[in-house]
């Protein structure tokens, strides 16, 4: 997508030495726009774990580069095993992303399946990092075409009437390698000449949808409003909600979906108020191994510290960070919560729209 006019990646192979692998550092924005570049596995481990990188398409993506370094550091004498702790080091930096565990497992079997040379496992690790994230841009891509319909219909309801859409946290292209899962429909209807509207939750504690959502969105030109977190109850109970889209983390057999906290409470608000809510992700975010998200999908429980202090700029331009709460206050902070089927209109993969429960997604996803 567009940064200043100019396309980029969240991530990619450093082109003057591909035993470098670059992405943009999502800790910097929205106030600055700056590429770092990772060389050892050590490199992925902290920029998964410390959200320079994040969004659960792109900490797969990652993880399917730092797989790549993983076999560049690898010991000819011990390949495999090396290998394999890579593996593990990677998929424990954070819990609730399937996507995550896919890419580390997904390269593991391309790499370690075979009886061939060292340097040709090597080679596979590249290709397999290229095509992971190559599958995420592509998977976004269909499932902007496939949302675009439903913006359609809503359009085509309302006379052309702008449609607003609401949207929580950043499921955008900064959370895969391109184009976003519940941004990419938004992006689709913008460039088809569809009137829309996009109400940005804040997205409180660490503002995704403040520092990131509406980042992109300026970029791109699409209409929208920064909201408080609370608000969306009230926007709906007056009409001012044609629409929720937003993304996941993970995605039970059951259709339940894990997505940053606070999305189970617009979708409760949502449904109170007959508001259509649509979760969109690539099939990667899967779980079939689980059936019922609420009780089993493992959610990441993160420092105190971001639910006490906020960053962001000061009057004289500059970042800083400020402690909102008494110097004694403790906090929790849960990361994501899950959203029961029962609260979802509709799934929105790569392969089409369709409903959240076992025997719909068993039919697009046959295992
Ligand atoms: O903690 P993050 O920023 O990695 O959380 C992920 C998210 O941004 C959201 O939950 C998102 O809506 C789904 S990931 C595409």
């Given at each position: 997508?567009?940064?200043?006019?100019?396309?980029?990646?969240?991530?990619?192979?450093?082109?003057?030495?591909?035993?470098?692998?670059?992405?943009?550092?999502?800790?910097?924005?929205?106030?600055?726009?700056?590429?770092?570049?990772?060389?050892?596995?050590?490199?992925?481990?902290?920029?998964?774990?410390?959200?320079?990188?994040?969004?659960?398409?792109?900490?797969?993506?990652?993880?399917?580069?730092?797989?790549?370094?993983?076999?560049?550091?690898?010991?000819?004498?011990?390949?495999?095993?090396?290998?394999?702790?890579?593996?593990?080091?990677?998929?424990?930096?954070?819990?609730?992303?399937?996507?995550?565990?896919?890419?580390?497992?997904?390269?593991?079997?391309?790499?370690?399946?075979?009886?061939?040379?060292?340097?040709?496992?090597?080679?596979?690790?590249?290709?397999?990092?290229?095509?992971?994230?190559?599958?995420?841009?592509?998977?976004?891509?269909?499932?902007?075409?496939?949302?675009l319909?439903?913006i359609r219909?809503i359009s085509k309801?309302?006379?052309g009437?702008t449609v607003?859409?609401?949207?929580?946290?950043?499921?955008?292209?900064?959370?895969?390698?391109?184009?976003?899962?519940?941004?990419?429909?938004?992006?689709a209807a913008k460039n088809a000449g569809i009137d829309i509207?996009?109400?940005?939750?804040?997205?409180?504690?660490?503002?995704?949808?403040?520092?990131?959502?509406?980042?992109?969105?300026?970029?791109?030109?699409?209409?929208?409003?920064?909201?408080?977190?609370?608000?969306?109850?009230?926007?709906?109970?007056?009409?001012?909600?044609?629409?929720?889209?937003?993304?996941?983390?993970?995605?039970?057999?059951?259709?339940?979906?894990?997505?940053?906290?606070?999305?189970?409470?617009?979708?409760?608000?949502?449904?109170?108020?007959?508001?259509?809510?649509?979760?969109?992700?690539?099939?990667?975010?899967?779980?079939?191994?689980?059936?019922?998200?609420?009780?089993?999908?493992?959610?990441?429980?993160?420092?105190?510290?971001?639910?006490?202090?906020?960053?962001?700029?000061?009057?004289?331009?500059?970042?800083?960070?400020?402690?909102?709460?008494?110097?004694?206050?403790?906090?929790?902070?849960?990361?994501?919560?899950?959203?029961?089927?029962?609260?979802?209109?509709?799934?929105?993969?790569?392969?089409?729209?369709?409903?959240?429960?076992?025997?719909?997604?068993?039919?697009?996803?046959?295992?």
């Amino acid at each position: 997508m567009l940064v200043n006019g100019k396309h980029y990646r969240t991530i990619w192979l450093n082109k003057n030495d591909e035993k470098i692998v670059s992405i943009i550092d999502q800790t910097k924005l929205p106030h600055s726009f700056e590429t770092l570049d990772l060389r050892t596995v050590e490199d992925f481990r902290c920029a998964i774990k410390d959200m320079t990188v994040r969004g659960a398409g792109l900490i797969g993506a990652t993880a399917g580069y730092g797989m790549y370094i993983a076999a560049l550091e690898a010991k000819n004498e011990n390949f495999d095993d090396d290998i394999k702790k890579s593996g593990e080091i990677l998929a424990a930096t954070r819990p609730t992303a399937k996507n995550l565990s896919w890419a580390v497992e997904r390269q593991i079997k391309k790499i370690c399946d075979n009886n061939l040379s060292c340097d040709e496992k090597r080679k596979i690790a590249k290709a397999e990092a290229e095509a992971i994230a190559n599958e995420d841009a592509e998977f976004c891509r269909k499932i902007g075409e496939n949302g675009l319909e439903i913006i359609r219909e809503i359009s085509k309801k309302k006379n052309g009437k702008t449609v607003n859409i609401l949207t929580h946290c950043n499921a955008g292209w900064l959370a895969f390698t391109d184009y976003g899962s519940a941004l990419s429909p938004i992006y689709a209807a913008k460039n088809a000449g569809i009137d829309i509207h996009v109400w940005v939750d804040e997205t409180r504690p660490r503002n995704q949808g403040a520092s990131l959502t509406a980042w992109e969105l300026g970029q791109e030109k699409v209409a929208h409003h920064l909201i408080a977190d609370n608000c969306g109850g009230h926007l709906m109970q007056h009409g001012l909600v044609d629409m929720a889209i937003v993304g996941a983390d993970r995605v039970s057999l059951g259709g339940d979906a894990a997505n940053k906290i606070g999305t189970y409470l617009k979708a409760l608000a949502a449904k109170d108020n007959n508001v259509p809510f649509y979760v969109a992700f690539p099939s990667s975010t899967f779980d079939f191994e689980i059936f019922d998200g609420v009780k089993e999908i493992p959610i990441e429980e993160r420092g105190s510290e971001e639910v006490r202090i906020m960053s962001g700029k000061n009057k004289d331009g500059k970042v800083c960070e400020v402690q909102i709460c008494p110097d004694s206050t403790p906090a929790k902070n849960w990361g994501f919560d899950v959203t029961p089927a029962r609260l979802i209109t509709k799934l929105i993969t790569e392969r089409g729209v369709f409903e959240p429960s076992k025997e719909a997604i068993l039919k697009i996803y046959p295992i």
